[in-house]
């Protein structure tokens, strides 16, 4: 099971949360190829990774030919296990220059700055992509087939294309009919709607994908992998996470996240996660409250202790 790149979720604190639970392949958040040349701040902090995390993809996106093979070079010296290209992204202002899902207008484009990064690098190079710019232009098959003959070590496609962007429901059928060409070998994971230890088994037994690539579902629920494993084993569902594992992974992620970016950026950006942890406890909303709003760890790891005391024994469902 791979966790997918998702901007402003999968930094390096959420990504060695999802290893802990049992996220077998974790990847960055994408970072842009022109912004990292000019050295933008944000940019290289992307690049940061934790020995523990490995493997480890860090993913680009761009379009110039040059500013990528560039930017293979300036990710290379953070050592990641695998570089992974965004051929994906829908939003407009990534697409309108030609990167992300708006090279699947240019298939030759894609197929040729794939095969210069490959030799660029010693770095297995992977893809994750959609199935098409629009559902009239759906090519997955003889693109994914190109992609590996000119090195793509792996390649995840999201069963969505472009026009789509997150809506209606993703289309596995296309992926297993990359897996299904006999001309393929390298690992096909499919992405795209995994929110449930059912649907992952069914993406692995139904479809035949080598793996799923999970985003939404792990948001705020990094157990959600270790509920996958746990069903893929048992054939049962996990109960879910207690408070006090809940309580340990907030402690945990907001100490990494103020080792990583310093106290206040730390305190700041681990907010947004609580809510989440905590998803389901009645009349928290004072608690909550307290969490978001304290701007030093040390209130925020009281508030934390305070709440381990208050709902102690409280049985998720
Ligand atoms: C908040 C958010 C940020 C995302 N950022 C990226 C990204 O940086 N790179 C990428 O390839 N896909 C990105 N995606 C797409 C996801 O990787 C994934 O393809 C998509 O969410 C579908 O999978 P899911 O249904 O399991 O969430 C993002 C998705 C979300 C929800």
Redesign the pocket.
């Given at each position: 099971m791979l966790l997918?790149?998702?901007?402003?979720?999968?930094d390096p604190p959420f990504r060695a949360l999802c290893k802990d639970q049992g996220a077998d392949v974790v990847?960055t958040?994408?970072i842009s190829s022109e912004g990292l040349i000019r050295d933008a701040a944000k940019s290289m902090m992307k690049l940061d990774i934790y020995q523990k995390e490995r493997p480890v993809g860090i993913?680009i996106?761009g379009a110039v030919l040059e500013s990528m093979l560039q930017t293979v070079e300036i990710v290379e010296r953070s050592k990641p296990d695998i570089i992974d290209i965004?051929f994906?992204?829908p939003v407009k202002k990534v697409v309108s220059k030609g990167a992300g899902a708006g090279i699947l207008k240019d298939i030759d484009l894609m197929v040729s700055l794939t095969a210069a990064m490959v030799k660029h690098t010693n770095l297995p190079i992977t893809v994750?992509t959609r199935l098409g710019w629009d559902q009239d232009s759906i090519r997955i098959v003889e693109v994914a087939e190109r992609l590996q003959d000119v090195g793509a070590k792996a390649i995840s496609i999201?069963g969505?294309t472009r026009s789509q962007m997150?809506k209606g429901e993703?289309d596995w059928a296309p992926i297993a009919d990359v897996k299904n060409n006999s001309r393929m070998h390298i690992p096909v994971f499919g992405?795209?709607?995994?929110?449930t230890p059912e649907k992952a088994m069914e993406m692995r037994d139904k479809y035949g994908l080598d793996g799923a690539?999970?985003?939404?579902?792990s948001?705020g629920y990094p157990w959600f992998f270790r509920e996958v494993k746990h069903y893929f084993k048992t054939g049962e569902h996990m109960a879910p996470p207690t408070l006090e594992e809940r309580i340990e992974a907030a402690r945990k992620h907001l100490q990494m996240a103020i080792d990583w970016k310093g106290e206040k950026l730390g305190v700041f950006e681990t907010r947004r996660h609580y809510t989440n942890y905590f998803k389901g406890i009645p009349h928290f909303k004072e608690y909550r409250s307290k969490l978001v709003t304290s701007d030093h760890s040390v209130d925020v790891f009281a508030v934390l202790d305070e709440i381990e005391k208050e709902f102690s024994g409280y049985e998720f469902i």
């Open positions: 997918a790149p998702m901007e402003d979720v999968s990847y958040e994408f993913q996106f965004n994906g992204c994750k999201h969505r997150y993703a992405n795209g709607d995994v929110n690539m999970i985003g939404r579902a948001i």
